[in-house]
């Protein structure tokens, strides 16, 4: 089996900054990509930013110079650095990471965090 375990999440005003983190652990061959989305209520879930095993990332103009993502392959972890925040950032936040799980697996299993709630407001 295979958890990812995310924390970090809080409440903090206009224009802070939080770091979330998210390491993964079980049954771990190798990780592929990795990302973070978030879900605010009413909303369907989103992208945020993702990362490649080669550490290239993409993100979405609406956080784009803002967050930050970064692996730390050693640790099987995945961070978000969040600056600039506003309330429009306010959700839930998940992590996601492809795994697989041993060697012989074809596919990575597609896997989620818990979340962890993020709250900008003043």
């Known amino acids: 089996q295979v958890q990812l375990v995310e924390a970090g999440g809080g409440l903090v005003q206009p224009g802070g900054s939080l770091r979330l983190s998210c390491a993964a652990s079980g049954s771990i061959f190798s990780i592929n990509a990795m990302g973070w989305y978030r879900q605010a209520p009413g909303n369907e879930r989103e992208l945020v930013a993702t990362i490649t095993t080669s550490s290239t990332t993409t993100y979405p103009d609406s956080v784009k110079g803002r967050f930050t993502i970064s692996r730390d392959n050693a640790k099987n972890t995945v961070y978000l650095q969040m600056n600039s925040l506003k309330p429009e950032d306010t959700a839930v936040y998940y992590c996601?990471?492809?795994?697989?799980?041993?060697?012989?697996?074809?596919?990575?299993?597609?896997?989620w965090g818990q979340g962890t709630q993020v709250t900008v407001s003043s």
């Open positions: 996601n990471a492809r795994i697989y799980s041993s060697r012989f697996a074809i596919n990575p299993g597609n896997y």
